[in-house]
């Protein structure tokens, strides 16, 4: 099983200044390759200060100049915000740029606030993901060149990526997936999978496999899958219980951006009160460790290695949290020096 980093630069208020988000980021990037994690991923979210990551090809790029042998994926750009000419000729100079070290992930995104907002008219899932299904053969076809795009979203004449990859064939795609759909076109596409399990423990992380096993025996073939997680290295339980807290304000907050409710100002949602976090419907501090790799080194290896068992190539450490610089970096610190020895 291969590790990698997965980051944001994330807030729930003002008290952090934006760019010590970023400082903050970029500490945690070069730990990771410092460490031997074999990628770093960052994403896309458009006027919300939950997640500032406007454009994460400056990021990556910023990243190669830091770093010396580690990837740099999107996870994810988001295919509805982006035209495939440009989406190919934007991640084919960042090949270029980070000599090779380019991994494109992407998804059809998921917060109806961004569609608001990023498309004409709006936009719902639905049409989002079928964006997706046709952004991945355009951008495929304008790196091979002379490509012409007839479909719902996308049409243009005949057209070549312009820059063309450093990699030969264009760096590797990553489809975000859920649903045996998802799956399934990943695979019949040649492109690996990334999953995310959100609150339904180990039974999510086994059927997700399951969906992306199902596809790979439809299509007989194999690409990689990678499993997304928030995580925390703990001393003991204590510390474990104080970074679960933590993690379940985060994900209540991120519940409250996906329901797409609340006031906004400056960019960021009307505060949740306490009664409203310890009552979410679907997150329940009860079960947060549960759900995420939230443990004793002990604790995360054990599970690691079950994760490795099922299939999974892949296991990305997300180090959002709304915890403090120091409190991060000792967790990644852990995570590089005592759990992932376990499996060199």
Request: charged share 25%; with cysteine; aromatic share 10%.
């Amino acid at each position: 099983m291969k590790f990698s980093l997965f980051a944001h630069m994330e807030r729930v208020d003002e008290h952090q200044h934006q760019k010590d988000l970023y400082d903050e980021f970029m500490s945690l990037c070069k730990m990771a390759d410092e460490g031997g994690m074999t990628t770093v991923w960052t994403g896309e979210h458009h006027g919300m200060d939950f997640t500032i990551a406007p454009n994460p090809f400056l990021n990556l790029i910023d990243i190669s100049h830091q770093t010396q042998n580690i990837r740099l994926g999107t996870g994810t750009v988001v295919a509805p915000y982006w035209h495939p000419i440009k989406l190919a000729g934007e991640a084919a100079m960042t090949d270029i740029i980070t000599k090779g070290r380019l991994e494109l992930g992407i998804a059809r995104g998921a917060y109806s606030f961004e569609y608001e907002r990023m498309v004409p008219g709006g936009m719902d899932a639905w049409s989002a993901g079928e964006c997706l299904r046709e952004i991945v053969p355009a951008i495929k076809g304008l790196w091979k060149g002379n490509h012409t795009q007839e479909s719902k979203h996308f049409n243009f004449p005949k057209t070549t990526s312009s820059p063309k990859p450093l990699t030969e064939d264009g760096p590797p795609i990553w489809i975000a997936a859920r649903d045996i759909n998802s799956h399934e076109f990943a695979i019949s596409h040649d492109c690996n999978v990334q999953v995310t399990p959100l609150w339904q423990g180990l039974e999510e992380v086994e059927g997700l496999i399951e969906k992306y096993n199902e596809a790979c025996a439809k299509f007989d073939r194999r690409t990689k899958i990678m499993i997304l997680q928030h995580a925390y290295v703990a001393k003991d339980e204590v510390e474990a219980d104080k970074a679960a807290a933590k993690l379940h304000e985060f994900y209540c907050y991120f519940g409250a951006w996906f329901k797409n409710e609340r006031p906004i100002n400056q960019g960021l949602i009307q505060p949740l009160t306490q009664e409203e976090i310890d009552n979410h419907p679907f997150y329940k501090k009860e079960t947060i460790k549960n759900d995420l790799m939230i443990g004793t080194s002990e604790q995360i290896i054990e599970r690691l290695k079950h994760y490795e068992s099922l299939g999974y190539d892949e296991f990305a450490y997300w180090s959002d949290s709304g915890m403090s610089r120091e409190e991060k970096e000792t967790s990644l610190r852990r995570f590089i020096d005592e759990v992932m020895p376990a499996f060199n």
